[in-house]
């Protein structure tokens, strides 16, 4: 129910709570108002008529004191009556000396009064006059009184209602739902557009109140869209260092890589220039220098790929493949270290940014072969396995699809004392310029970013790191 509509009913059942008592209060008093009146003018009169009465008694008879009493009788609404020293009442009324009223009710239940009033006529004459009068104009003064009663209160509240209600639905119904429509607003984000309330009350002081809090959830909300910024161009500045010293550790390998194709263009065109090669050999010649140039532009441009500073964009991929990639770019640092890369699994699609997750896979591989310290197998295994994940991932703990990438190698593990600090931006076992510590910190961000977790077995030797990334389907 409205809040406006509530109020009225309060306040209309307080008034007619109030005004019925007041109504039966005022009835009661003006019964006992109007007895102790009637009593009252029935001793006046009967000690009038008595003593009238009483004279003419002694002077002209009892009949025409009788007579006189009659006449009495007539004139009023009362009814006046003698009654002889005989009769029960007048017998009790002449030995208290006193006259008595009392209130009787009818055999039909209609109300009356009757006062007796003794009257001493001589030593040897006495009896009373008795006069009683119908209360039923006080039945209808009550039944009025209660019906004027009635109109004043339905009157009182229809008015008082229709007002109370007017004002409840203007000063706090309208208000209210102004402010309720402001409150889902800001629920939705939507700051700007202060509500303004023209009224000096409670609720006007919450529409400034839910002003001030607005302009300061913008400043807030600017503060802290700005922070973030900051936050991901630093983030973003972390990464890229580290695909730089990424792209630093793979610079011999690289350049190991550009000797042989370099190697064969010189030569060739040595052959061509010297007129060594003739007729056909110029023409074959002059496409394995293409091959050639080929193979290298495709080299550098997949180290310049992956230095490349960009925003994220992703796209289902096939991870399999992307990690066929990073392992390609690594390949030549494996061999130099004595370790045999092997790719196992196949076509595995997710929604990835590859470029990040190309990183992802070059930290931990590199981190693999550098924990080979004599060599040996790295495998990677991509594949789709069923798993619950960490809690700081999924609150609710549902078993689910994942596309792993699995990244095995033979290393010499890592202690217990240092597992539970991998993780961390800067930490490193590793010499100075060996590592900088962001590896692992970088590719824990990335693959949070893309809603998935890494987990990592050790052991004294042979390490797993498994990255899982919500999967897209697989085919
Ligand atoms: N496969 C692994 N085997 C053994 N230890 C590992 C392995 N991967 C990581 N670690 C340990 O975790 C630490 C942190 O790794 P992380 O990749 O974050 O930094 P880093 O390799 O030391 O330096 P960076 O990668 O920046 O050159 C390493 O110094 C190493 O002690
Ligand atoms: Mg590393």
Redesign the pocket.
Same mark, same amino acid.
């Given at each position: 129910m409205k809040l406006a509509y509530k109020l009225t009913l309060a306040f209309i059942a307080g008034t007619c709570l109030i005004l019925s008592v007041n109504a039966v209060r005022r009835v009661q008093r003006e019964i006992a108002l109007f007895e102790r009146y009637v009593s009252r003018e029935h001793r006046v009169i009967g000690r009038t008529v008595g003593a009238a009465a009483v004279a003419v008694w002694r002077t002209e008879g009892r009949e025409r004191a009788m007579q006189v009493i009659r006449d009495a009788d007539q004139q009023h609404e009362i009814q006046i009556r003698w009654l002889d020293g005989s009769d029960a009442d007048a017998t009790v009324a002449l030995s208290s000396g006193q006259s008595s009223s009392t209130l009787l009710t009818g055999p039909h239940g209609e109300r009356f009064r009757k006062t007796v009033v003794p009257v001493r006529v001589d030593a040897g004459h006495a009896g009373a006059i008795e006069l009683s009068e119908s209360l039923d104009e006080e039945g209808r003064y009550i039944e009025k009184t209660i019906l004027d009663t009635f109109a004043t209160t339905v009157t009182l509240v229809a008015v008082c209602g229709i007002l109370a209600m007017a004002l409840g639905v203007w000063l706090v119904g309208r208000p209210m739902r102004r402010l309720v429509e402001k409150a889902r607003r800001v629920g939705e984000g939507d700051f700007n557009t202060p509500l303004e309330l023209r009224q000096h009350d409670e609720l006007g002081v919450l529409a400034t109140e839910m002003n001030a809090m607005c302009e300061r959830l913008v400043v807030a909300t600017d503060r802290a869209d700005a922070e973030a910024e900051a936050r991901i161009a630093t983030l973003e500045q972390l990464r890229h260092a *580290?695909r730089l010293?990424t792209v630093g550790k793979l610079a011999s390998g690289i350049a190991h890589e550009l000797g042989t194709p370099l190697n064969v263009v010189s030569g060739r065109a040595r052959m061509i220039i010297t007129g060594e090669a003739e007729g056909q050999e110029v023409v074959e010649s002059a496409e394995v220098i293409v091959s050639a140039s080929r193979r290298m532009t495709t080299i550098i441009r997949q180290l310049l790929d992956f230095a490349r500073r960009r925003g994220p964009q992703k796209a289902e991929e096939d991870v399999h493949d992307v990690v066929r990639r990073a392992l390609s770019l690594v390949g030549h640092l494996m061999e130099k270290r004595g370790v045999s890369l092997e790719l196992v699994g196949g076509t595995a699609l997710a929604e990835i940014d590859t470029t990040q997750i190309e990183q992802v896979v070059t930290?931990l591989v590199?981190?693999?072969a550098?924990?080979m310290v004599s060599g040996g197998l790295l495998t990677v295994v991509v594949r789709q396995v069923s798993a619950i994940a960490p809690p700081d991932v999924d609150r609710v703990g549902a078993r689910r699809q994942w596309v792993a990438i699995a990244v095995v *190698?033979q290393?010499?593990?890592?202690p217990a004392e *240092?597992l539970s600090h991998?993780f961390e931006p800067f930490?490193?076992?590793?010499g100075v310029g060996e590592?900088?510590?962001?590896?692992?910190?970088v590719a824990y961000g990335i693959v949070q970013e893309h809603g998935g977790f890494i987990t990592v077995e050790?052991q004294t030797r042979g390490?797993t790191?498994t990255v899982h990334l919500p999967t897209g389907g697989q085919s």
């Open positions: *580290d010293t930290n590199v981190n693999g550098q924990a *190698d290393g010499r593990g890592i *240092d991998i930490y490193t076992t590793k590592g900088t510590g962001l590896g692992l910190s050790s390490t790191f």
